[in-house]
Structures are given as C-alpha cells and as structure tokens.
C-alpha cells in the first residue's frame, strides 16, 4: 500500500510530534511504500511576535530526500509563492488580534495558505492510496482537502500540548 504521512515539521526538527511522524513513517515503511511531506525542518529561531509565520511565509528553505526507507517532500514555498502568502502576515501585526479576533485572522488567511499549498500536495499524492495527516490547522486542513479532491482516504492523528485548548 502507498501511504502519504503529513506533517509541519520533520526530522531533524526536534520534538515529540515530530518524532512520532518519523517512528510511524519507519515502522510503516517495513510493509508499505511510504512517503512523508512536510513544510519545515529545523528549530524557529523567529522573533516570537512572527513566529507563527515559520511555518508558512517564513518556512526556511529545503530539498526533498530520503530518511532511510522513507521518501521526504519539502513543501517549503518558492519565492514568489512567498508572495502570495504575504496576507498571512496580516495575523502578526500588533493589537490586531485583539481587534479583529483570531478565528477571524486565521479564518482569512487559510484561503492564502490553501491556494499554495493545495497545489503542492495533491502533485505529491498521486499514487498514493491513503493519506493520514498529522498536522492540524492550515496544513491539516488543505491535506483534507487534496485527499478529498483526489478522493483518497483520510485519516488524522491530533495532537494537543499541555496549556492548549
């Protein structure tokens, strides 16, 4: 079977997430053809007023490889798709938040996020028989998306941090 894992970070970003996605991609890769996409793969060094942005507009640059027996896709942006996600940047500017409110911030910037990141996952999935994301918000959402669009099955693992809601 083919499988498509998705997730914000990779290794050798450090985290428990993200260790988790690379156990699950190695223990899947024994029997199945796996392969992982992810948008970022090292520390955010960001300022924590933009922080946010280190996984979208700021995500830094990478190549697609190989983590032994498993196919790594970078979806970090080009510069121009850069760019088109400069709205994004709209959600860190000061007292902004508090004015407008964040759902409606995070509201629209996904269609931003979705219009670059769509294109780039559903060229990835091809092949693929089902797609299991462990990413939530922007990049969970349009990795629904593609699957649905391609009509490949869905599956989401969540994860919560201690203090989130």
């Given at each position: ?8 970070n990779?290794h050798p ?14 223990a899947?890769?024994?029997r199945?053809?796996?392969?992982v ?11 924590a007023?933009?922080?946010m942005?280190h996984?979208?507009v ?5 190549h ?10 970078a ?9 088109r ?8 500017l ?21 219009s670059v ?11 693929v ?8 918000g922007y ?14 099955p869905?599956v ?10």
């Amino acid at each position: 079977m083919n499988l498509f894992l998705v997730a914000q970070n990779y290794h050798p970003f450090v985290g428990g997430v993200e260790t988790h996605v690379r156990q699950v991609a190695w223990a899947l890769s024994a029997r199945h053809e796996v392969s992982v996409a992810a948008v970022n793969f090292s520390a955010n060094r960001l300022p924590a007023r933009v922080a946010m942005l280190h996984n979208s507009v700021l995500a830094p640059a990478h190549h697609d490889h190989r983590d032994g027996p498993v196919a790594i896709h970078a979806l970090n942006p080009s510069p121009l798709e850069r760019v088109r996600l400069a709205p994004i940047a709209i959600r860190v500017l000061p007292g902004l938040t508090r004015l407008a409110g964040y759902f409606a911030l995070e509201r629209f910037g996904f269609p931003w996020y979705r219009s670059v990141y769509l294109p780039r996952l559903r060229k990835r999935m091809r092949g693929v028989e089902v797609v299991h994301s462990l990413a939530g918000g922007y990049l969970g959402w349009t990795a629904l998306s593609a699957a649905r669009r391609a009509g490949i099955p869905f599956v989401c693992t969540p994860f919560v941090h201690p203090r989130q809601w």
